[in-house]
């Protein structure tokens, strides 16, 4: 799925609920202080799986079944050109459906953005 030398992001987290037919598609970037970097790697990530879903899911299955996010966790400050650089993502994932933390303990974050709802 990836070929040598691409950078993708860290983890690709899949969230299913029982009681909903909608399946959260999660690409997880931790990072030390690059965001740009980290947008890239999960862009990338995201184009290649989403390539991959169109080969081998229905495209009404797959728009209407499948939530898309992105979550990248970032160890030190925030950059100073950060807003500029996540509105990239939020272009492709959509507003609500993005987030970026920094500086401060992630143990509940993940689990918390990926029970709300996309958009």
Excluded at 37 to 54: E, G
Aim: hydrophobic share 35%; glycine share 8%; net charge positive.
């Amino acid at each position: 799925m990836v070929g040598e030398g691409v950078k993708v992001c860290d983890y690709l987290v899949l969230y299913l609920k029982d009681d909903q037919d909608r399946e959260i598609v999660c690409f997880l970037e931790l990072k030390g202080k690059k965001l740009e970097d980290a947008i890239k790697q999960v862009i990338s990530m995201h184009q290649r799986v989403l390539a991959l879903a169109r080969e081998k899911i229905d495209r009404e299955q797959l728009q209407n079944n499948v939530g898309w996010k992105a979550c990248i966790c970032l160890h030190g400050q925030a950059p100073r050109n950060g807003a500029r650089i996540e509105n990239q993502l939020i272009e492709k994932f959509g507003k609500g459906n993005v987030r970026i933390k920094h500086g401060v303990k992630h143990d509940k974050l993940l689990g918390e953005f990926l029970r709300e709802k996309t958009k």
